[in-house]
């Protein structure tokens, strides 16, 4: 907008610059050319007159004329009166002066003028003439004037005035940024609370200043972010009561189920209470999964940097227990180095990771491998979690990140049908993607898009 706002402005002075320089430069060229023409034909008038005359005196005053002059007098005839100066060629205009007794003015150019001003004019024959008539025509004074003159004035006057103008467009562009600037402060202002919010800062305010338009616009979004500050306020005190209102009763449940199992000698009651058990797990798995998702919707946080290396190695260390009993080994590949920063929520990633571990180790074989990849390209960095289970059909993946959805497989049976929905949640709300692919050799391959942070966390 900033740069529109100075073209524009620009434009407008370009304009104006037009309007009032061009004519005047288009009067003073033609200005220069009439003056110039007078000028010169009043000195050929001059001379013819004094060709005309035919005395002594006046044939001498001519040839004095004719040397001062600055551009080439021609005289016909030269017998008596001008015999050192030339003749001129027969042409048109010399034959319209000696019969017909008119002058000729020749630029030279239709456009402007040519290199050379010619004037050719008829002399009159002054003994016989009467008062306020002419004589017969005796002869013909031409002058050959180089306008080179004229077109160094001509570039003069032209240059300084589109030098002029391009000073003054530069100021214009100069003010036109600074006016730019101060009329798009209150919109920055507005933006960037707007991207603060997008971020998940619900503290940010614009400033009310402006135009009475963009502080009306100010105030209204203020009062909306006051109202949304207000909504997420309740929202968190209700994901935490709900938290501690429901976990509280499952915790209670599964140890009462625990000591029952623990005091049942029955074997069908045994079963029975750890189907009981598993149930009311997948119901804690199914709590945490919804809790999780409620805090990711409401984006109670912003994004900040993360090194990915610290967070993948601490995931490890609380998975890798649960993958050694089965034999699965857990490994690390790629360029995840302590400097590698992700934009992610604190504690998103961490759950992401364990989410997508858990689905890896749920489906490996006993004796197989794990495999996390990162690679950073340019402003993202690519995680990749692949496993060696049976993998998923493309329509199984069209539908891996519904809610509740759960496959045929091992985590279809004990999962809470939550945990790609919270694992993409998550991710996006980061900024990311999230893809499943196959693995090259069988199995599933989670790929994560994370936006990379500056080097040093800015």
């Known amino acids: 907008m900033i740069r529109q706002l100075i073209r524009s402005y620009v434009l407008l002075v370009a304009v104006a610059i037009a309007l009032f320089t061009v004519p005047v430069a288009f009067t003073l060229t033609d200005q220069l050319r009439g003056d110039t023409g007078a000028s010169v034909e009043r000195e050929a008038t001059t001379m013819a007159r004094l060709l005309g005359a035919g005395n002594a005196d006046a044939c001498r005053a001519l040839g004095e004329m004719a040397s001062a002059f600055e551009g080439t007098v021609q005289v016909t005839p030269t017998d008596d009166c001008a015999p050192d100066l030339p003749r001129p060629a027969g042409d048109a205009a010399l034959t319209n002066a000696l019969e ?5 003015t020749d630029w030279g150019s239709r456009f402007i003028w040519g290199k050379n001003l010619v004037i050719t004019v008829p002399a009159h024959e002054r003994e016989t003439a009467s008062d306020g008539d002419e004589g017969p025509v005796v002869g013909a004074v031409r002058i050959v004037y180089s306008t080179q003159e004229m077109t160094n004035r001509l570039w003069l006057i032209w240059g300084f005035r589109a030098i002029l103008a391009v000073l003054v467009l530069a100021v214009a562009a100069v003010i036109g940024a600074g006016v730019a600037r101060r009329l798009t402060r209150p919109l920055r202002q507005l933006n960037d609370m707007a991207s603060k919010f997008s971020d998940g800062d619900l503290t940010a305010r614009s400033p009310v200043t402006g135009p009475q338009e963009t502080q009306t616009l100010a105030r209204t979004l203020n009062q909306g972010a006051e109202r949304l500050d207000t909504l997420i306020a309740a929202q968190r005190i209700f994901v935490a009561d709900a938290s501690h209102q429901l976990r509280t009763p499952l915790t209670a449940l599964r140890l009462s189920l625990d000591n029952i199992a623990d005091g049942v000698d029955d074997e069908y009651v045994r079963e029975d209470v750890e189907q009981a058990t598993a149930e009311v797990v997948r119901m804690s798995r199914l709590v945490n999964d919804l809790l999780v998702l409620a805090r990711a919707e409401a984006k109670v946080t912003a994004a ?6 610290d967070v993948i190695e601490e995931r490890f260390a609380v998975w890798r227990p649960a993958a050694d009993e089965r034999g699965v080994t857990v490994t690390l590949r790629g360029s995840a180095d302590g400097r590698l920063l992700v934009l992610a929520t604190p ?34 960095v690519v995680l990749s979690v692949l496993d060696e289970g049976p993998g998923m059909s493309e329509t199984e993946k069209s539908r891996a990140f519904d809610r509740f959805w759960r496959g045929q497989g091992l985590t279809g ?4 049908g939550l945990g790609l929905a919270v694992v993409r949640q998550l991710v996006s709300d980061d900024g990311g993607t999230v893809a499943l692919h196959d693995a090259p050799g069988g199995g599933l391959c989670v790929t994560l898009n994370l936006r990379a942070a500056p080097r040093g966390g800015g």
Not at 100 to 104: F, L, N, R
Not at 304 to 309: G, K
């Open 413 to 416: 049976r004990t999962g809470s």
């Open 347 to 380: 504690g998103h990633l961490d759950q992401v990771l364990d989410n997508v571990l858990s689905n890896a180790l749920e489906v490996s074989p006993d004796g197989g491998t794990i495999t996390v990849e990162v690679e950073a390209r340019g402003d993202e």
């Open 100 to 104: 017909k007794g008119d002058s000729t």
């Open 304 to 309: 900040e940097p993360l090194p990915l290396r």
